[in-house]
T-cell receptor, first 116, second 114 residues
Framework: AQTVTQSQPEMSVQEAETVTLSCTYD???????LFWYKQPPSRQMILVIRQEAYKQQNATENRFSVNFQKAAKSFSLKISDSQLGDTAMYFCAFMKEGAGSYQLTFGKGTKLSVIP | GAGVSQSPSNKVTEKGKDVELRCDPISGHTALYWYRQSLGQGLEFLIYFQGNSAPDKSGLPSDRFSAERTGGSVSTLTIQRTQQEDSAVYLC????????????FGPGTRLTVT
């Protein structure tokens, strides 16, 4: 079974600054995907960024980038130029690749507040 | 296009009653998932449907929980004899067939059992 750990229950950042959210995971699988999802107060889960484990290059999506360290089983999210709309819960998630149900295993989440 | 929709948005029920939660996936998405989000347990997988294959029910917490998906589209999650510990937000997600991997989530149904 896989586990995902987010060690920071809450974080805050000043608007326009940079913040990094931590995530570690435990798995015996070789092939998998990692995700960061954002959940604003509206409850709608939104995919922020995705990383394929076989890719060494870190994924980036505009102001969002990850630091993927496969050997250390670490997958942190960096948000640059933080905006008020980034205020939300952020969930790190794991998905095993291959035959199966492709279910997501989530961490407990980090509540991020962007301060004006 | 339209996203994943869920109804009702909120549901309050008395302990012991049965409830049905509905999910309308994105048109053309053959994979459908139910997750439960609670304060104590975080986000947990419940059940997965893929096309006409037998569903993966490995995440259902008890036999009071069941789900069906009619015509490969709409899904209903049923909780029988509700208990207070069933209070949570129930999230539905859908995706294209395996190979795309992005799951699109609905806004959820908040269930409160009194």
């Amino acid at each position: 079974a896989q586990t995902v750990t987010q060690s920071q229950p809450e974080m805050s950042v000043q608007e326009a600054e940079t913040v990094t959210l931590s995530c570690t995971y435990d798995t015996s699988e070789s092939n998998y995907y990692l995700f960061w999802y954002k959940q604003p107060p509206s409850r709608q889960m939104i995919l922020v960024i995705r990383q394929e484990a076989y890719k060494q290059q870190n994924a980036t999506e505009n102001r969002f980038s990850v630091n993927f360290q496969k050997a250390a089983k670490s997958f942190s999210l960096k948000i640059s130029d933080s905006q008020l709309g980034d205020t939300a819960m952020y969930f790190c998630a794991f998905m095993k690749e291959g035959a199966g149900s492709y279910q997501l295993t989530f961490g407990k989440g980090t509540k991020l507040s962007v301060i004006p | 296009g339209a996203g994943v929709s869920q109804s009702p948005s909120n549901k309050v029920t008395e302990k012991g009653k049965d409830v049905e939660l509905r999910c309308d996936p994105i048109s053309g998405h053959t994979a459908l998932y139910w997750y439960r989000q609670s304060l104590g347990q975080g986000l947990e997988f419940l059940i997965y449907f893929q096309g006409n294959s037998a569903p993966d029910k490995s995440g259902l917490p008890s036999d009071r929980f069941s789900a069906e998906r009619t015509g490969g589209s709409v899904s209903t999650l049923t909780i029988q004899r509700t208990q207070q510990e069933d209070s949570a937000v129930y999230l539905c997600a859908s995706s294209l067939p395996p190979g795309t991997y992005e799951q699109y989530f609905g806004p959820g149904t908040r269930l409160t059992v009194t």
